[in-house]
DNA sequence: CTATAATTTCGACAGATTTCGAATCAAGGA
DNA sequence: TCCTTGATTCGAAATCTGTCGAAATTATAG
């Protein structure tokens, strides 16, 4: 890595991406393409403590629990959340270092645009 | 010059998105989540003078000119892109503000507003 | 050990997405 | 004008995705 090639803006824009590159990506901005998930992702990690069941999630939609179950699915196996059985329940977290990844792709690095 | 709800994270794990800026975000976002719009959009922004030819952008994959079209189009209905054209060809440059919107919603706010 | 509650997995189906070939539109040059 | 090149639109095939109901799994309660 290493490779300030001219810090003009966004990375996407910066460099072309390779195709490996690009199909790695997408499979995390395809989990993140979808109002549910997008909901799913947003709930979970604004919930107190940082983590919400399962329970918590499915309340919050008209959607079966079957269809949150698969959501979910997709969102951790994108590597976006991860979960943890206590008792009864399980509880969903955010992975703060892929949603970070998500958001340097698409931000300039030198910033400081207006003020 | 008001809501500064927790500054913990980045705004999507900040507060549960309303069901209608989860919709739109998703429009955005599916633009995004594929291996070869996420590559034109890429070559866009890289290409010398921040826009890029058709031409160049067809070579480049092994797929038909109709597909690339196709995908340019998809990019362009969600304001991730504007093209024109200049005698026989059509440019494509970047809208870095519907960029900027895409990554502001992953990264963590550092800054502060009007501190 | 059985009953009950919370999640996930399985199987299926309607609708959306990706891709192509053929046809069409736009701009220049013979 | 007619023809060539670049780009888009149109229609169709193959595949993927979101959703459900039913069944299986895991843990707690009695």
Redesign the interface.
Known sequence: MTAVTSQC??P??????S?SD??E??VM??A?????R??L??????HAGGEACVCDLTDAFDLTAPTISHHLKVLRTAGLIDGERRGTWVYYR?L?EA??K???????LS?SVSA
Chains 1, 2 share one sequence.
Do not use: Q, W
């Open positions: 803006c966004a996407i824009a910066r460099e072309p991406l195709e690009a199909a990506l997408a901005l395809k993140v393409a979808d109002p549910v997008l909901r992702l947003s709930m979970i990690g604004s955010i703060p949603v970070n998500l958001g340097t792709l698409f931000t300039p910033e």
